[in-house]
């Protein structure tokens, strides 16, 4: 994501800037939110957290394929933005520890209004394109490393949401469409299923999604809700620079 900025006065100088601490603090709630403990959880909050950091380090796979796409999503923007010669910042990640995927993404700003419509485009678009290049491979390496397995009914249950190229995805992977229900049904059903989620084929197969194939399926839902045509997400961005006056402006943060 970009924002646009004016009349920003540069920050002082310092020793460590501040979206590198922001970056390895994301790093490490990203960690946590894809710790795989193994043993008995233990009973409280706080012995809960104690057990989580201690085992903080398993969850190095999610982090490093979550944060790659991140990566490269930011830096498309950021990489863009230099050779247009737009001033542009590092992208600044935010933590947020214990959420589902342990950050709420990150953003660079920018110091200078794109020269034009074009350069605007540019910047705009190479962000979702760069981190589609990454996601992409992770989704199916993720699935190579993930196993089919029987869904049963679970209060704590999670089931992913499918995407026409999630579903190609596993189909590719699996040799077979997932969710697959226990009993044939015809084309109404997965018609039904694909637009609203339900009903839950329960008794039959889907992916026991692994940590790096949950993070490459996250890259895309980001990706896609990030070229969503308002503000400024990118496609806000995007389709104003499609569009000109007849979308609305982006925002700009003075």
Do not use: C
Request: aromatic share 12%.
């Amino acid at each position: 994501m970009i924002y646009l900025v004016t009349r920003l006065p540069e920050p002082p100088p310092t020793k460590v800037s501040t979206p590198i601490i922001l970056f390895i603090l994301t790093v490490f709630s990203v960690m946590l939110t894809g710790a795989q403990p193994e043993g008995v959880v233990p009973a409280g909050i706080v012995a809960q957290i104690l057990f989580l950091l201690k085992n903080i380090f398993t969850g190095w796979p999610f982090a490093l394929s979550l944060l790659s796409i991140l990566l490269a999503h930011e830096f498309g923007h950021y990489l863009m933005s230099r050779y247009h010669k737009t001033p542009a910042t590092l992208p600044y990640f935010i933590p947020f520890p214990f959420s589902p995927l342990g950050t709420m993404g990150a953003a660079i700003l920018m110091r200078g209004i794109p020269k034009n419509k074009r350069v605007l485009f540019d910047i705009g678009v190479a962000g979702p394109l760069a981190g589609l290049v990454v996601a992409i491979p992770v989704l199916f390496i993720g699935l190579s490393l993930s196993t089919t397995t029987t869904l049963l009914a679970s209060p704590n249950g999670f089931l992913e949401g499918n995407s026409l190229f999630y579903l190609t995805a596993k189909y590719l992977s699996f040799g077979q469409w997932l969710p697959a229900p226990a009993e044939s049904h015809g084309i109404l059903y997965w018609l039904q299923f694909f637009f609203t989620g339900s009903p839950i084929p329960f008794g039959g197969q889907d992916v026991l999604i692994h940590n790096v194939a949950f993070a490459g399926w996250a890259g895309l839902l980001v990706t896609a809700l990030n070229l969503l045509p308002a503000g400024t997400l990118d496609g806000g961005h995007v389709i104003y620079a499609l569009l000109g006056e007849k979308a609305s402006k982006p925002i700009l943060i003075s």
